[in-house]
């Protein structure tokens, strides 16, 4: 079995990596989809929330309210700390679970687990058999960003500014892959790592 965790920062190309690893056999998951199911309607995360938080943050549908909740994290650090701690439990719980389960049916599985805060949250200190980090130029990400997601380089810059630097990811780094390259040249690069962290593993 072997566990790779998956990070970058925002506009790295961790969803197109992510999808590579997918294409080459490994199972992958991603941090954002537990934390959606952490907080799914009627969850006890969700409870956890509301009652940090507030029924405001409620939707009609008994749903979390992302967009107002984020605004509230966005410009408060105690705000941030606050959900963090009811969220990360209960993703390391759904995670943890995830990845059991896929090594239960196949001991010798490869699990890609894409992380964006690993390092923020100290989670590059996990039982990981590899960490692999997406670096790109500044000037790919922004244009990336504006371009497919619709975040002017203001905004961008700011998230960019809140997250760890490319050194402070290398420095935690197995492998680094460089994303700014087409996607023939990527795809390679994804496979020789995928193939040297099994073997290293091995």
Known sequence: MTLIALTGGIGS?????????????AHVFDADQFAKQAVAPESPGLA???EAFGSEYLTAAGELDRAKLGSLVFGSEDAKKQL??????????????AFKRVFAADPHATVVYEIPLLVETGQHEGKWDRIVTLT???????????????????????????????EERAAVADH??????????????????LKDCRAEVA
């Open 13 to 25: 190309g961790k969803s197109t990596v992510l999808a590579m690893f997918a294409e080459l056999g």
């Open 48 to 50: 956890r929330v509301i």
């Open 84 to 97: 963090e701690k009811i969220l990360h439990p209960e993703v390391q719980r759904l995670s943890q679970a």
């Open 136 to 166: 790109a130029p500044l000037a790919t990400r922004l244009e990336r960003l504006e371009t497919q997601r619709g975040i002017d380089n203001k905004t961008a810059l700011a998230r960019i500014a809140n997250q760890a630097s490319d």
């Open 176 to 193: 680094v892959i460089d994303t700014a390259c087409d996607l023939d040249t990527l795809r390679e690069r994804v496979a020789e790592v």
